[in-house]
C-alpha cells in the first residue's frame, strides 16, 4: 500500500520517522516538516493514500456490494472532503459504504490519558452529515450532532486533532 | 423460546443471527468483529433485522443471497440486558424503549425467522459492536468489496 515505505530504504524510513515526530509536536510543525521534507517520495507516498481513499469512494458508485445503494451527493461530497483532507496535509480515515446510502468515514487516536477516542463521520449528502466523537470505551458519544457541509466537518476534525497530539497507530507502531 | 412465535410477538430469548457486509466499517477485519456501520438502519428504516436461530436451518439461511457476507450473533437477553444497563445510567441520556419484535416475511429461506430491533440509535448499535455481537464460526465474510483501510496491507 502507497503509504508504506521500502523497508532497504533508510533514508525514506528516516524521513517518515521525522514526519511523525514532527506529527507529536502538533499540526504547525508537521506542516513545517512537510513542506521541508527532503525527500519528495515521503509526500507522494502518503499523497498516494488520499488517491486511494478518493477512488474507493469513487468505485462505491458501482453499488459493488449487495443491498447498498450509494447516494450520489454523499459520494461527491465525501470525495470533496477527501481533497479537503489532502490539501490540510490531515490524516486519511477508514472509509466504508453505509446502509443507508452514505459515506462512512472513521479516525481512531490515542489521547494524553491514554484512552483511545474515536470520530466517526457518515456523509448522507451535501448538508448532512452525521457526526459523533468519544472515547472507545465509554458508552455513548461526547458528540453527536449533524453537520452541514465537508467544511464543518474539517473544522470539527481539526478541533478534535488539536486535543489528541498522536494517532493510536504510530503510538502501537513506537511500542 | 418453547411455542412457536406468532407475528408481532416480543422476542425476549433466543439466539439471533445479523448478517455482517464484506465492507469496511461493517467488519472490522484486523479485529475479526462486526464494526460501525454493521448495525445500522437501511434508509427509511428505523430499526434492523436480525433472525431467529430456532427456525433456521443454520447461518448459510441468512446469508444465501447476499454472497461475500458473514453472519454474527448474539442473544436476545444480552441485548435487552445491554439496553437496559444504557437506560439505567443516567451519564448516558438514553432512555428510549428498545423492542425485538418477530415480524415473518414472505421471503424464501430466512423469511420465516426475520425479527425487527427498532429503534436503533446510534449508542445501542456502539453497544452490539463493541460488547453484544460476536462473529458466528465459520461464516466470516470475504474480503471487503468497498471501502478503504489506510492501515491495512494490500
Known sequence: MGNRLPADDPALGAALMRLMNALKRGAEAFRDEWNSAADKRVQLGMADLYDKAALAIDQMRKGMAPRFVMDKGAIQAATDFISMLRTHHMRVPKIGPSPDGGVGMSWVFGTREGRPFEIDAVVLDWNTIEYREGFADADGFTVDTILRSTKELQQRLLEALSQNAQPASDRQREQ | ?154
Open chain 2, 1 to 154: 423460546m418453547a411455542a412457536a412465535p406468532q407475528p408481532g410477538d416480543l422476542v425476549i430469548d433466543g439466539l439471533l443471527y445479523r448478517w455482517v457486509p464484506n465492507t469496511d466499517l461493517s467488519f472490522d477485519y484486523q479485529e475479526n468483529k462486526p464494526s460501525k456501520l454493521a448495525f445500522r438502519p437501511d434508509k427509511g428504516e428505523s430499526g434492523i433485522s436480525v433472525f431467529l436461530v430456532a427456525l433456521l436451518n443454520g447461518p448459510g439461511d441468512v446469508v444465501y443471497d447476499l454472497p461475500g457476507y458473514g453472519v454474527c450473533e448474539f442473544t436476545a437477553q444480552q441485548f435487552l440486558a445491554e439496553v437496559r444497563r444504557l437506560r439505567e445510567r443516567k451519564d448516558n441520556k438514553f432512555d428510549q424503549d428498545v423492542t425485538i419484535h418477530y415480524e415473518p416475511t414472505p421471503q424464501p429461506v430466512k423469511g420465516r425467522a426475520h425479527c425487527y430491533i427498532q429503534p436503533m440509535p446510534a449508542i445501542v448499535q456502539k453497544a452490539l459492536y463493541k460488547r453484544v455481537a460476536t462473529m458466528t464460526p465459520g461464516f466470516p465474510p470475504a474480503p471487503a468489496a468497498a471501502g478503504f483501510d489506510p492501515e491495512r496491507d494490500p
